[in-house]
């Protein structure tokens, strides 16, 4: 019963390059979050997604930074032409939605982006 | 967005203290979590509170959420240098997403 994969662990890009992100959710998780969390920081919200909408993108910047959760296949973080302020670790969590544990939040082991 | 507070930001401690860590907020929540984070890994829950003036245990760790629910703290005895890493707590946003706090950093030396 795998968790939360997480795709790139370490990801490095140059300035003006597209970083993309992945993630597959735990069995059985139709919820999607993604949070980007800064060296020494705690983690910022960016999108919740469910299959093929987005529920809130309220903490995702408006511009270069996109997010899909296709009905088939993992979830994606997109990154349009970095600029070095995008270096961070990149977290996604998953959770059921409903039933007892709707509200738990598993999450991956994170995508570090380094832009040189 | 709902903003939860922590206090310590940083606490050092020897093995064996005891400590007890803070989550604040001005606003009420239908639950509350808390997280460990270890250094290059994803956040994993500790404990999910839901009725104000519950009291959850955890081997070492009892933690509690507020009358209000609008708190809560987590309370280590006798820590260990395995317990060193970042302490979160988390809570619904209006129901659409979840907040963090900034975290404590607890670290415990041998």
């Known amino acids: 019963n795998a968790g939360v994969m997480q795709n790139p662990r370490h990801l490095v890009r140059r300035r003006g390059q597209e970083a993309r992100l992945r993630c597959s959710p735990m069995?059985?998780?139709?919820?999607v979050y993604w949070y980007r969390q800064l060296p020494e920081e705690g983690l910022k919200f960016m999108v919740y997604?469910?299959?093929?909408?987005?529920?809130?993108e309220s903490g995702m910047p408006k511009e270069r930074f996109s997010a899909e959760f296709p009905k088939e296949g993992p979830s994606i973080l997109r990154i349009q032409q970095v600029v070095r302020g995008d270096s961070a670790a990149y977290f996604c969590?998953?959770?059921?939605?409903?039933?007892?544990?709707?509200?738990?939040?598993?999450f991956g082991a994170g995508s570090r982006l380094t832009v040189l | 967005t709902q903003l939860l507070e922590q206090s310590p930001q940083f606490l050092s401690i020897q093995e064996g203290e005891n400590l007890t860590v803070y989550c604040n907020s001005s606003s009420v929540f239908s639950s509350l979590q808390w997280y460990r984070q270890e250094p290059g890994e994803g956040p994993v829950l500790l404990v999910t509170?839901?009725?104000?003036?519950e009291v959850k245990k955890l081997k070492r760790l009892t933690f509690q959420f507020g009358d209000a629910r609008k708190d809560s703290s987590l309370h280590i005895t006798a820590a260990q240098p395995g317990d060193t890493g970042l302490y979160l707590c988390?809570?619904?946003?209006?129901?659409?997403?979840?907040?963090f706090g900034p975290g404590t950093r607890l670290s415990v030396l041998p």
């Open positions: 969590a998953s959770s059921p939605g409903v039933g007892s544990g709707a509200n738990v939040l598993t």
């Open positions: 997604l469910q299959k093929e909408n987005i529920i809130d």
């Open positions: 509170v839901v009725t104000g003036g």
């Open positions: 069995k059985g998780h139709s919820h």
């Open positions: 988390a809570a619904p946003n209006y129901g659409q997403n979840f907040v």
